[in-house]
């Protein structure tokens, strides 16, 4: 029997949720799925006008990435979908798809993370005070909760540390 994998890569905008994310569902011969593909139109557009997203916002967002999760578990299909995921009860409606979801954090001082939206062409998310608002509603998951990898490290690395981690968690 195959290990299959549902693995959520987390962090503001800027982290590397999606390339990192495509790296690690590729080494693992998952599927990947961007959550910022199915924000809807409404929600894009508010991020666009440099307007965060509130709670009632990313709801739907979250039901819907929950979804893939719950089909990929009960087709033992492994998936990694990167995603936002600041706030705790975003990540307990994400479990809700896969309780043994596994969780991996990218973090990165807000110094790393401005220069790379700066460099960062024709994506809805930009600027300094979406960044900003995105910083304070993170509440960074506990040790016990997700692997933390900080995004300063080559991707490579990361991926490594994400594996051997991986290898150590309950399905």
């Known amino acids: 029997m195959t290990t299959s994998y549902r693995i959520l890569v987390m962090g503001v905008s800027g982290s590397g949720k999606s390339h990192v994310g495509r790296l690690l569902a590729e080494r693992l011969g998952a599927d990947f799925i961007d959550g910022d593909d199915h924000h809807s139109a409404a929600n894009i557009a508010k991020m666009a006008r ?15 990435l929950a979804e893939f999760f719950a089909d990929c578990r009960r087709d033992g299909r492994s998936v990694v979908i990167g995603c936002s995921a ?33 460099g960062r062409e024709g994506h809805f998310f930009s600027g300094e005070a979406m960044l900003d608002s995105q910083l304070a509603d993170l509440e960074p998951p506990a040790a016990d909760e997700a ?6 490290q080559s991707p490579e690395v990361m991926i490594e540390h994400a594996v051997a ?7």
Do not use: H
């Open 86 to 118: 600041l706030k705790a009860r975003y990540r307990d409606i994400l479990r809700g798809g896969d309780p043994a979801l596994a969780i991996v954090y990218l973090e990165g001082s807000r110094a790393l993370l401005r220069e790379r939206l700066t």
């Open 165 to 171: 981690w991986l290898q150590t968690q309950p399905r």
């Open 50 to 64: 440099g307007t965060p997203l509130d709670d009632r916002d990313r709801q739907g967002w979250l039901e819907t």
């Open 147 to 152: 692997l933390s990898l900080v995004v300063s």
